[in-house]
């Protein structure tokens, strides 16, 4: 009877060290990843503060978002190394 109360404590004690483990994995990846979305808004924010021109604007909306005027047509050309011949 021992010797399952403590193959069973085991058994209980491994899966928790290996939750454990999991989650501080989890939570190393959360914290780079955070610190990644912290310099990319730094980044964002800068952008925003000198597009506050008009033109700055309409040049991001265009090139980025890649939004039009009403009644303008997107003409794309494909590279000619991805045209098959």
Known sequence: MRVFIVIGGICL?????????????QLSRYLH????????NETLVETLKRSTHPFDVE???RN?????KPGE????????KSVPR
């Open 13 to 25: 004690l491994s899966t928790g060290i290996y939750r454990y483990i999991n989650q501080a994995r």
């Open 59 to 61: 040049k991001t909306a």
């Open 33 to 40: 990843e955070n610190e990644q979305l912290k310099k990319e």
């Open 64 to 68: 980025q978002l890649r939004m039009m």
């Open 73 to 80: 047509y997107r003409i794309e050309f494909e590279d000619k």
